[in-house]
């Protein structure tokens, strides 16, 4: 069966850094693409950033734009987003989620989420 | 940006009773490129409906979907205690990808 697994969140100062990773299993990783999207305590869905099945092409949120870069690894099944310059409103928990093809664009499995806490 | 407008905010329902959920769109939307999606609490969201009327694999017949253009409804035809949750819109047909602020079903 499809797992995503998060991990990588914690609590961060303004302006940190901080690397979310996502362990994919159960399904081919190598052909689908595959998103991030937040959801920030108490509050509605996000979409943050999205990655094609081969890596080639990238798109982000204007909100995360600059500042986030999402990547992947179709060795290890992994999906990672690198987070600068992060912001008290970048709080939220993220969600790895797969793509329901190559560009789709809607979210077919999803991972539990790791909260990422932006404080000083 | 499109923005998705979800009413009513809460909706306070029995077990049995049908529930209609509205999304609107400040744009036109295909069809083609609409979900639904059901968030119980302490979970991640799950996908109930894409292309607007097409029901993902596993989700039971009592949910369905329809609408275009800006208006777009799920419908659970009788609300079981598991269906007891917030649903979210998205619209996938124009960048950025976006999601409604979510409809709260709750039990009566």
């Known amino acids: 069966q499809v797992q995503l697994v998060e991990s990588g969140g914690g609590v961060v100062q303004p302006g940190g850094s901080l690397r979310l990773s996502c362990a994919a299993s159960g399904f081919s990783f190598n052909i689908y693409g595959m998103h991030w999207v937040r959801q920030a305590p108490g509050k509605g869905l996000e979409w943050v950033a999205f990655v094609r099945y081969d890596g080639s092409h990238k798109y982000y949120a204007d909100s995360v734009k600059g500042r986030f870069t999402i990547s992947r690894d179709n060795f290890k099944n992994t999906l990672h987003v690198q987070m600068n310059s992060l912001r008290p409103e970048d709080t939220a928990v993220y969600y790895c989620?797969?793509?329901?093809?190559?560009?789709?664009?809607?979210?077919?499995?999803w991972g539990q989420g790791t909260l990422v806490t932006v404080s000083s | 940006e499109v923005v998705l407008t979800q009413s009513p905010g809460t909706l306070a329902l029995s077990p049995g009773e049908r529930a209609t959920l509205s999304c609107r769109a400040s744009q036109r939307i295909s069809s083609t490129y609409f979900a639904w999606y059901q968030q119980k609490p302490g979970q991640a969201p799950s996908l109930l409906i894409y292309?607007?009327?097409s029901r993902a694999t596993g989700i039971p017949d009592r949910f369905s979907g329809s609408g275009s253009g800006t208006d777009f409804t799920l419908t659970i035809s009788r609300l079981e205690p598991e269906d007891f949750g917030v649903y979210y819109c998205q619209q996938y047909g124009r960048s950025p990808l976006t999601f409604g602020g979510g409809t709260k079903v709750e039990i009566k």
């Open positions: 292309g607007a009327s």
């Open positions: 989620a797969k793509d329901y093809g190559d560009s789709r664009y809607f979210f077919d499995y």
